[in-house]
Every structure is written in structure tokens, then in C-alpha cells.
């Protein structure tokens, strides 16, 4: 998955999966062959997963929510290939976190599988020795930088159509002013790149809104609108996601497309398969989608409640047009109600604009620190720091307990880390972050 686009190629690298919760871990089965390795973990159903690697020692963990081994397996497997060693800990959060000490660099790759006639749910990891996938360097190629995380941040309606009206302001012009503010601080963040899908006042057909993030390989599409009612008591913000009904409508038309017209879906052309298979494709494609803007959109909801009053806390699902790429990642913002006069207010003062923003990069930032793509910059300076642990700068607003929930550990775990007495941090200043990998 080299765009975060949920590729088919090589799907959930990384990411979580849309699952069911309680999950039971039956059996670890692992195969090896020449410089190939698969590990293949037998579920009771699905289960959302989190997959890293860390260095010195080599070591592949995978996180399993709210998962538990099953008492008949009281020993796990014995190493072989490139894996040394399989161990296992539940942790505190609930997760349970499974260990692959490794026996050197590898490439991997995971993915889900559905029951078939042997098998039940299954997570399969697939683990290549590095050594014979990749030339030797010379000492001109050995620093990779990797490349920037996209964000594709698109200010709804423009040009003739204004959106909600208000007393005092267009939705139209709210819309761009924040998500101007929000691209520049995303531009401004190490490893990130905003995506300006209209930078002035014109209108842009919905679907090309969508190409256009699609073609510039976004990792994110973000959509930014204010709303309006009759009842012009009714406030406060809200971010959607497309919900299942959207996701099969555009799955119906995708595949009418595909027998008149080239459909790309992360990267594979359905035109390339008969009708089952690329139903299939399209709907392991949308599922994966739909489980990461969900998974953003809480963080980005999360972080929206201590700046602004939420007229929803929960990420609402409807079927937006904007929200149905099947490969791409996607939620909508509505940052208030500008029916709503005091509301309106708010919307039109640019600095709670700009505390929107910081709120909506601070969400994409907690997602996309602890599943950055593998080919990033975030991802490639994590995996070369030393050991069990990795370094985080202090940036404006954060706190103790938002690095914590990025990085999966808790407040005290940092704290100890660094000899810190307190929560109190400083812009500038570098944090250990502990990796724990239990077992």
C-alpha cells in the first residue's frame, strides 16, 4: 500500500480493518520457504488490527483490539524463516499484542481473509527477507526521506453556489477561509502536504472534486462545510462519513461503469476481471475506506469538542457524494450553524477559525502518527529510531494525553519515561515515547 489509497495490491498495511469486537486468536500457523515467510493468525471473526515494525532487535508486533488467545492455545509456534520467535501480552487498553522477533530486516505485507472451506477469518502476514528484494545502495540512496502524507482539503460549494446564507456570511467563503487556515497548517507540519482542492471563489463539480485528490494520490480527503436549519436555535459542529447505503450505491454504479468505461479502484483496473471477482475487490476496497474515515473522523470529532460545542460527538454517517471514493479515505466537516446568530459569530472570527483548524490537523495527526502509510516520512523516521522507543518535539497544543493515544501508551508511561513529575510540557521540547511490545 504505497499511497494509503487502501491499495488491492497490498491492502491494510498499518491501518485498521472494520471488525467485529471480542475476537478469539485460535491458532498461528507460520510457513516458511526460500527468503519467504507467511504468518497466518486463525480468528473466531475479524478483528481491528494495528501492524509496526521496530529495530534493534528486529520486531514486527501486531495489535489486535479487544482480542484474547484462545485457551486451547497454550503454546505458541515455534519460530521459522524469518520469524526467530512468537510471543504474546494482553495489555492494559484490552488489546491484544503479538510479537514476531524477527531475524532481520524484512518487507511485509498483511491482509485480510474471509472463511473459506477450510479455513475461518484469517490475518495473514507475509514477510519477505529485505536482502533479496532490494539492490545493494550506494552511499548516494542510503537516506530516504520518504514522502509527505496528503491531505486533501476541499472548501465546499464556491462560485455560484453559495451554500447555507446567513445574516452576516456565505457558507462558500466560511468554507474556503478555514480550509485555507488548515491547508497552511498542515504545510506547516514536517511530513505533511495540504491538497487545496479550490483555492478561490469558483465552483468545482463534485466528482472532480474527488479526481482531483485521486489524482494527486491523497492519503486523506477532507471536506469542509457550515450548516443551517430553520430553527435557528439549533448549533454546534459535526463530521460525517458516507454510510452503507452510499457505499453500495456507488459500488452499483462503479461496476455498471467498468463494462463501458476504464475503473480504477486503489490502483487495480476492475475492467481486468469478471463481474464477481471485481464486486469483491470493490467491496474489500470500500470496507477498508469506510473503517479508516471512521477511525479519522472520531480523532478528528475528538479533538473539535475542546475547541467548539458538538451538535454530534459521534461521527454521523450519510451518503454525501464527496464521501464516496472507494479507495480514498474520506469525512466531511460541518464546523457550525451559521443560522445560528451567535454561532455564526464564531464561524466568522478567524481565530476560531484558526482554533478549528489546529483541532481538525490535531485529529489527522493522531490518526496518522500511529498509521502513517509505510513509504512516508513519518513512517520511515519512526522505524529509524532506536530500539523500543521513538522521539516526539513538543508542538502548539498538545498535551501529555494526545501523544499518549497517538502512540498507544498511556500519560504515565511518558511520563516515566522522560522523569517528568507532571503533565506540564513546552513547545521545542523532545519526548522519549516508549514502545511497549509486552510478552
Known amino acids: 500500500m504505497s499511497r494509503m489509497r487502501l491499495t488491492l495490491i497490498s491492502l491494510v498495511f498499518l491501518l485498521s480493518t472494520a471488525a467485529n469486537a471480542g475476537s478469539t ?13 507467511r504468518v497466518v493468525l486463525d480468528l473466531s471473526h ?27 492455545l497454550r503454546k505458541l509456534p515455534k519460530g521459522s524463516g524469518s520469524v526467530r520467535s512468537i510471543r504474546s501480552a494482553v495489555r492494559p487498553n484490552g488489546k491484544l499484542r503479538v510479537v514476531l522477533d524477527l531475524t532481520g530486516d524484512v518487507r511485509s ?18 514477510l519477505t527477507r529485505a536482502d533479496n528484494l532490494q539492490p545493494v545502495k550506494r552511499a548516494t540512496e542510503e537516506y530516504r526521506s520518504g514522502r509527505d502524507i496528503v491531505i486533501a482539503v476541499d472548501a465546499g460549494h464556491g462560485g455560484y453556489d453559495p451554500g447555507a446564507i446567513g445574516r452576516r456570511s456565505k457558507e462558500k467563503d466560511l468554507n474556503l477561509a478555514i480550509s485555507k487556515e488548515l491547508a497552511r497548517r498542515i504545510d506547516a507540519e514536517p511530513g505533511m502536504q495540504a491538497l487545496l482542492i479550490r483555492s478561490s471563489d469558483v465552483f468545482v463539480e463534485l466528482r472532480d472534486r474527488i479526481a482531483k485528490a485521486r489524482k494527486n494520490n491523497a492519503d486523506l480527503f477532507i471536506s469542509i462545510h457550515a450548516d443551517a436549519f430553520h430553527d435557528s436555535r439549533v448549533n454546534g459542529a459535526s463530521v460525517f462519513a458516507l454510510n452503507l447505503k452510499g457505499a453500495n450505491d456507488e459500488a452499483t ?9 476504464p475503473v480504477n479502484v486503489g490502483g487495480v483496473s476492475l475492467h481486468d476481471y469478471d463481474e464477481v471477482v471485481a464486486s469483491v475487490l470493490l467491496d474489500i476496497s470500500q ?16 479533538e473539535m469538542s475542546k475547541v467548539a460545542k458538538m451538535h454530534s460527538k459521534e461521527v454521523k454517517q450519510k451518503s454525501l457524494l464527496v464521501l464516496k471514493a472507494p479507495d480514498m479515505p474520506s469525512i466531511l466537516v460541518e464546523t457550525g450553524f451559521i443560522s445560528n446568530a451567535s454561532e455564526e459569530k464564531k464561524l466568522i472570527n478567524k481565530k476560531h477559525q484558526a482554533r478549528l483548524a489546529s ?18 516520512r513519518i513512517a520511515i523516521e519512526t522505524r529509524r529510531t532506536s530500539s523500543s522507543q521513538v522521539s516526539y518535539v513538543i508542538n502548539s497544543g498538545d498535551t501529555i494525553s494526545q501523544i499518549a493515544e497517538r502512540y498507544n501508551v498511556t500519560p504515565a508511561e511518558i511520563r516515566r519515561a522522560n522523569k517528568l513529575l507532571t503533565n506540564k510540557i513546552r513547545v521545542g521540547q523532545t519526548l522519549s515515547i516508549p514502545l511497549y511490545v509486552g510478552g
Open 253 to 261: 454504479r462503479q461496476l455498471e461503469r467498468r463494462e463501458t468505461a
Open 25 to 37: 486468536v485460535e491458532n498461528i500457523r507460520i510457513k516458511s520457504e526460500n527468503d519467504k515467510t
Open 46 to 72: 475479524s478483528a481491528n488490527h494495528n501492524i509496526f515494525t521496530l529495530r534493534g532487535p528486529n520486531r514486527l508486533v501486531i495489535d489486535l483490539k479487544d482480542s484474547r488467545l484462545a485457551k486451547s
Open 109 to 126: 505485507r498483511s491482509f485480510r481473509a474471509g472463511p473459506n472451506s477450510q479455513y475461518g477469518d484469517r490475518l495473514v502476514i507475509d
Open 287 to 302: 470496507k477498508e475506506s469506510l473503517s479508516v474515515s471512521l477511525d479519522v473522523g472520531a480523532k478528528v470529532s475528538r
Open 359 to 376: 483541532a481538525v490537523l490535531a485529529g489527522i495527526k493522531s490518526y496518522f502518527y500511529t498509521n502513517p502509510p509505510p513509504d512516508t
